[in-house]
């Protein structure tokens, strides 16, 4: 099928934190909207049956509970309620986003998906009832090519946004289309939680996803596009992700991927917005990883202990480190119950820094979730106080095998080439209770070669 992102440069309020009226709440609104029917036409008419906007990207963002009052429509999430917003709009007040979102979808004849504010009245009878007696939710609607509201998703895992509430439960949201069966849908930062995300995909045996996202880019393992073609290589499934684009915010990064190809958009040095048209396979069955050439354990003998051990902090997190030295070697490096290793052969030797680093702990800024991760990171110098740094550009070119005794089976496969450009694998997956991931010559200079582990049950 053919698939198409947006990634949206939003125009945002002057002042998001001042108070006015819906009138120029919808203005403001009205002059992304038109974009995105810019947008909508031109995925058209390259045959595109799909369309996803980014998080955001309506009405923006460091709004508070009561300024972003004015933005947000109305919407009922019950899935019972049939509605056509772009041929039914007097069914219900304060819908005008819903109405211009559900026309681009029926004039065009494409299935759209979208983010908004959203409002719902609640009665102080309801234990989670606000005390101003609203909820305001950050909420995902799809729409199918009739114009008709298919689905709606309240963001579950907010990112310190404190106009909105988290819903009292998660929700679990599937659309369905002709061309590629069954969607899930989820928000930006839910895609590092158990709940609803990993679940959703679990319950229903999803393959395909669409994601729109607000992401601000951490190096050196948590890019937009790293983290978002992980995530459909681990699961197996194609992911439509449309982040927004604000590059001095460090937000860039969408694309398309399936599990073993990508199309991807990430540039920190131009203004506008970007679009993204692929046609991809529907996924039906499993890929079966591909398990040969599986690493020999280290030998416990060798010139690996020589190494110094040092540490520094990465993704604000304190990583164990050896440094990668010479054309190739054997390394292993431990922390907690994690141990990580790593057998590696430069092609050229080049003045770079590389390290071997481990982390097995609790992530606590930011959000708080417990990461396994054995990490190949370029450092930002020829010191060791600068690995974990964020690093960009790099020459080297390695063939690695790296592997882990993880204790999760949810293991996100990271490689990043220069220029914040991806590369896959040639092999990964389980191997006597190891997780690896190996390849032979990356396609350009190596940035981060990482398995990221996320072990739900210890958040």
Not at 193 to 201: G, H, K, M, S
Not at 331 to 339: D, G, M, Y
Request: hydrophobic content about 40%; charged content about 15%; aromatic content about 14%.
């Amino acid at each position: 099928y053919v698939a198409a992102v947006y990634e949206h440069e939003s125009i945002l309020s002057p002042n998001p934190t001042a108070l006015v009226d819906r009138q120029s709440a919808l203005e403001l609104m009205g002059r992304n909207l038109d974009i995105y029917e810019q947008q909508v036409v031109a995925a058209a008419s390259q045959g595109a049956q799909i369309i996803v906007f980014p998080e955001d990207g309506i009405h923006g963002f460091n709004f508070t509970r009561s300024s972003i009052y004015p933005y947000l429509d109305f919407v009922l999430h019950s899935q019972s309620v049939e509605w056509n917003p772009c041929r039914e709009p007097y069914l219900f007040n304060d819908t005008e986003v819903l109405q211009r979102l559900s026309c681009m979808a029926l004039k065009n004849k494409i299935f759209l998906v979208a983010n908004l504010g959203t409002k719902q009245p609640c009665e102080h009878t309801d234990p989670h009832c606000p005390s101003d007696g609203r909820y305001q939710f950050n909420t995902n609607v799809a729409f199918n090519d009739d114009g008709m509201l298919v689905a709606t998703y309240r963001k579950h895992n907010l990112y310190f946004e404190y106009a909105f509430d988290t819903p009292p439960e998660p929700d679990y949201t599937l659309f369905d289309t002709p061309f590629a069966g069954k969607f899930g849908m989820f928000t930006c930062f839910d895609i590092l939680f158990f709940e609803p995300a990993v679940n959703l995909i679990r319950k229903y045996n999803l393959k395909q996803v669409v994601y729109p996202t607000a992401w601000m880019n951490q190096l050196p393992l948590l890019s937009a596009v790293e983290i978002q073609q992980a995530f459909a290589t681990s699961f197996n499934i194609n992911i439509l992700a449309a982040n927004i684009h604000h590059p001095t915010l460090g937000m860039t990064g969408s694309g398309i991927y399936t599990p073993v190809k990508s199309f991807i958009y990430h540039n920190m040095e131009s203004y506008g917005g970007k679009l993204i048209v692929a046609e991809i396979p529907v996924i039906t069955t499993d890929y079966k990883t591909n398990l040969e050439k599986t690493p020999s354990r280290v030998s416990e003998k060798g010139n690996e202990q020589l190494l110094p051990q040092f540490y520094a902090e990465m993704m604000y997190d304190n990583f164990t480190f050896v440094p990668v030295w010479g054309e190739k070697g054997e390394l292993q490096v431990c922390a907690n119950s994690l141990c990580c290793y790593l057998n590696y052969q430069r092609a050229v030797l080049t003045d770079e820094l590389y390290a071997l680093g481990v982390f097995d702990g609790l992530h606590t800024v930011h959000g708080t979730y417990y990461v396994q991760a054995c990490a190949l990171v370029k450092c930002g110098g020829l010191s060791f106080s600068t690995c974990g740094q964020e690093v960009t550009d790099a020459t080297a070119l390695i063939d690695f095998q790296l592997w882990g005794n993880m204790s999760t089976p949810y293991i996100f496969p990271l490689l990043l080439t220069s220029g914040i450009t991806l590369d896959f694998a040639d092999h990964m997956g389980w191997k006597n209770n190891h997780y690896f991931i190996s390849k032979n010559r990356t396609s350009s200079g190596l940035l981060t070669a990482a398995l990221y582990g996320r072990w739900y049950e210890k958040d």
